[in-house]
């Protein structure tokens, strides 16, 4: 069977402010109801003025390196997804790596939004198995709380988004007792690219930041809400069908499914156009929002440390997001 990449120790980290529909109401024109029923969302965690993307990288990865019962030394490469760093320039990987005390290791930056988590398993399931590396701290961390628009353009996003960071110790693992990640399948359309994306700054405008685009609120994350929708309920499904295909297993082989918590009803539509019942797809949104690259470990997490995702099963990871990037992975746990 070969060499398979696994999860040797994985956690997740969120802030302690807790933001409720309530809390956003007295902020701004919308309501509990609304949020509820077009998102699922009830609460989400922000972070304090102060503290960056890095920190709550940094957060999860000391408790999955505690997990993975492992020195820190022993770690010889990073790969961070986010599409909210702490700086337009450098990136949050060798932040964490200053942060932690972590040797002079390579750290890598991966920005694929909300696909970003699969797009860091697949680079590194690529070092792992080549032996290129023989254990990465992969993070995922996102804080977009310091950057909503809390006007009547910017409410559909602004209502959408949490705060919070996951973290992963990769290894590989010659068993062959068939545990482990079986395969990352990935797409883009860059076609879309203005169907969801923060505009500016751009390095097209000379000077880069004029004064006019904070007026117009170009800083600010935009979309196209129904497009976003209608591709994210059908792109994952088909990146799950591909995937399973490509590994010669079908949809009852699923466990569970884990979709990027986007909004609670893609979530429940990919699942029912995949023919899966209800309780194998895992959504937390409803406590988090929408935490971007981290929201698919997060969910993993939680539901490995709730006892749900057990030994042997199989798990389906679908994302899809700003690009258009999406796609799938399979772990059998
Ligand atoms: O991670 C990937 C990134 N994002 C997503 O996956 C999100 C994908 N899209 C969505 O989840 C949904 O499109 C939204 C939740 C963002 C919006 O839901 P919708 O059912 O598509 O609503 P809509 O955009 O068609 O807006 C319906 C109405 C509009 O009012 P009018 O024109 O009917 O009077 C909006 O202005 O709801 C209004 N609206 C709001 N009302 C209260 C939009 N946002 C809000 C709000 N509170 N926060």
Redesign the pocket.
């Known amino acids: 069977m070969g060499k398979r990449t696994v999860i040797a120790g994985l956690d997740f980290y969120v802030p302690p402010k807790v933001v409720t529909n309530l809390d956003l109401q007295k902020m701004m024109?919308?309501?509990d109801e609304?949020?509820r029923e077009?998102?699922g969302i009830i609460e989400r965690h922000w972070a304090e003025p102060g503290v960056g993307t890095s920190d709550l990288a940094c957060q999860a990865a000391l408790k999955a390196i505690e997990k993975a019962g492992l020195d820190k030394n022993e770690i010889d490469f990073i790969i961070a997804a986010t599409l909210s760093p702490d700086h337009y320039f450098p990136g949050i990987g060798l932040m964490v790596q200053a942060k932690l005390g972590l040797k002079d290791i390579g750290a890598l930056d991966i920005r694929d939004q909300?696909s970003g988590f699969l797009y860091a398993l697949s680079v590194a399931d690529q070092y792992i198995r080549t032996g290129t590396y023989k254990k990465i701290l992969l993070v995922a961390a996102e804080l977009q709380s310091a950057n909503l628009d809390f006007s009547?353009e910017g409410?559909?996003?602004s209502?959408?988004f949490g705060d919070g960071g996951a973290a992963l110790i990769l290894e590989a693992d010659d068993s062959g007792d068939g545990r482990g990640l079986l395969g990352c399948y990935l797409f883009s359309d860059g076609r879309f690219v203005n169907e969801?994306w923060m505009e500016k700054p751009s390095s097209r405008d000379n000077p880069t930041f004029q004064p006019e685009f904070f007026r117009q609120g170009k800083f600010f994350p935009r979309?196209n809400?129904?497009a976003?929708?209608k591709n994210?309920c059908e792109k994952m499904p088909q990146a799950v069908l591909y995937g399973l295909n490509q590994l010669g297993l079908t949809v009852a082989d699923i466990d569970y499914l884990i979709p990027?918590q986007?909004?609670d009803?893609?979530s429940q539509m990919v699942g029912r156009s995949l023919k899966l019942s209800e309780e194998k797809v895992i959504r937390n949104i409803q406590r988090y929002g929408?935490t971007?690259a981290a929201s698919i470990p997060i969910a993993l997490a939680e539901a490995v440390q709730s006892g749900l995702i057990k030994k042997g099963q199989l798990l389906a990871l679908t994302a899809?997001?700003?690009g258009f990037t999406w796609g799938s992975a399979f772990i059998r746990w």
């Open positions: 024109n919308t309501s609304w949020i077009r998102t909300c009547d409410r559909d996003m209502v959408l969801l979309m809400g129904r976003v929708f994210a990027h986007a909004n009803r893609i929408n971007t899809f997001g700003s």
